[in-house]
C-alpha cells in the first residue's frame, strides 16, 4: 500500500509569484486536506477536497485555491506569493463516509516552499 | 472557535524516564476527538493516540497514555521509558468535521 506522497520535496519561488503543489493520496482514500506549518508552529488547516469538491476552509485568502481529480490527488495552488507564504505544506489523506465526522489522516512528507 | 494550548515549548528526559506533556484546549462542542502526534525531523507527522471525547476511559498505546479531564479541557501525553527515537516535537490536536486544530507544538529532547 502506496501511502501519501507530495511533490515538489523543496521549492524556492520569489514574491508575487505563482506556485502549485502536489499530493497523492494513499491507495482507497477519497478526502485530500492541506495545512500550512510555518517555521515553530504548530499546522494550520487550509482546506480539504472530498469527491473533488472543497468541503471546509480555514482561514486563508482567495489566492490560496486547490483542487481534487478523478484519482483523489489534489493540488494547491497559491498565487501572488508573499515572504510569509515561506512554510512547509503538509497534505492528508482520509477514507470519507458521507456520515463520518472523523477519520483518520495521513501525512505526506511535506513541501518546503521558500519565498524569498 | 477551538483552540489548542501547549505551555512547553521545549521538554527534556533521561532515557528510560518517565515524561508527561500538557495540553489544554477550548471548545463548546460535546462530541470531538483528540490527538497526539509526532513530527521527527524528517517532518512525516506520525499520528501517536487517540481520545474520543465520548469515552471517560483514558487511551492508551503501548508506552504512551493520556490523561483525558473533559471538564477541565486537559489533555496531556505520558510517554513511559522514553526512547532515543521519541525525541521530537508533539502536536496535542482536536478534530472535529474532519477539520484538525493544532498547537504549536512541545519540542522532546531524550537525554542518553
Known amino acids: 500500500e502506496t501511502g501519501v506522497t507530495q511533490s515538489p520535496t523543496h521549492l524556492i519561488k520569489t514574491r508575487g509569484q505563482q506556485v502549485t503543489l502536489r499530493c497523492s493520496s494513499q491507495s482507497g482514500h477519497n478526502t485530500v486536506s492541506w495545512y500550512q506549518q510555518a517555521l515553530g508552529q504548530g499546522p494550520q488547516f487550509i482546506f480539504q477536497?472530498?469527491?473533488?469538491?472543497?468541503?471546509g476552509r480555514g482561514n486563508f485568502p482567495p489566492r490560496f485555491s486547490g483542487l481534487q481529480f478523478p484519482n483523489y490527488s489534489s493540488e494547491l495552488n497559491v498565487n501572488a506569493l508573499e515572504l510569509d507564504d515561506s512554510a512547509l505544506y503538509l497534505c492528508?489523506?482520509?477514507?470519507?463516509?458521507?456520515?463520518?465526522?472523523?477519520?483518520?489522516?495521513?501525512f505526506g512528507p511535506g513541501t518546503r516552499l521558500t519565498v524569498l | 472557535a477551538q483552540t489548542v494550548t501547549q505551555s512547553q515549548p521545549e521538554m527534556s528526559v533521561q532515557e528510560a524516564e518517565t515524561v508527561t506533556l500538557s495540553c489544554t484546549y477550548d471548545t463548546s462542542e460535546s462530541d470531538y476527538y483528540l490527538f497526539w502526534y509526532k513530527q521527527p525531523p524528517s517532518r512525516q507527522m506520525i499520528l501517536v493516540i487517540r481520545?474520543?471525547?465520548?469515552?471517560?476511559q483514558n487511551a492508551t498505546e503501548n508506552r504512551f497514555s493520556v490523561n483525558f479531564q473533559k471538564a477541565a479541557k486537559s489533555f496531556s501525553l505520558k510517554i513511559s521509558d522514553s526512547q532515543l527515537g521519541d525525541a521530537a516535537m508533539y502536536f496535542c490536536?482536536?478534530?472535529?468535521?474532519?477539520?484538525?486544530?493544532f498547537g504549536k507544538g512541545t519540542r522532546l529532547h531524550i537525554l542518553p
Open positions: 490536536a482536536y478534530n472535529r468535521d474532519d477539520k484538525i486544530i
Open positions: 481520545q474520543e471525547a465520548y469515552k471517560q
Open positions: 477536497y472530498y469527491r473533488e469538491e472543497e468541503n
Open positions: 492528508a489523506s482520509s477514507k470519507k463516509l458521507a456520515t463520518d465526522t472523523y477519520n483518520e489522516q495521513f
